[in-house]
Nanobody, 121 residues
Framework: VQLVESGGGLVQPGGSLRLSCAASGLTFSSIGWFRQAPGKEREFVAVIKWIGGNTYYADSVKGRFSISRDNAKNTLYLQMNSLKPEDTAVYYC?????????????????WGQGTQVTVSS
């Protein structure tokens, strides 16, 4: 059972990054992204139903971030555009076995190790 994130890095404000999360060895219903900035709690970013593709976003990223998945490659993506300094955080991929799209960290069953995103000039 493994979730492995990649694609983080340093980007200037207004720039873009695409994060990836490769899933292996597990079965889940939905998969999403969370982030945690220094000194803050981990917060929901976006989630997608693995079958069907329904999505849900945090208000703070709506219109700037886009979540998608490639079922054949068992890979989740997060396209992040118009990045702001306040988007700086460690971004985590998380998968949930239950059928509902939820935003609470405790409702997710599997977590990746995280990838750092830093937005700074």
């Amino acid at each position: 059972v493994q979730l492995v994130e990649s694609g983080g890095g340093l980007v200037q404000p207004g720039g873009s990054l695409r994060l990836s999360c490769a899933a292996s060895g597990l079965t889940f219903s939905s998969i999403g992204w969370f982030r945690q900035a220094p000194g803050k709690e981990r917060e929901f970013v976006a989630v997608i139903k693995w079958i069907g593709g329904n999505t849900y976003y945090a208000d703070s990223v709506k219109g700037r971030f886009s979540i998608s998945r490639d079922n054949a490659k068992n890979t989740l993506y997060l396209q992040m555009n118009s990045l702001k300094p306040e988007d700086t955080a460690v971004y985590y991929c998380a998968a949930r076995v239950g059928p509902l799209l939820v935003v609470t960290t405790t409702r997710y069953d599997y977590w990746g190790q995280g990838t750092q995103v830093t937005v700074s000039s």
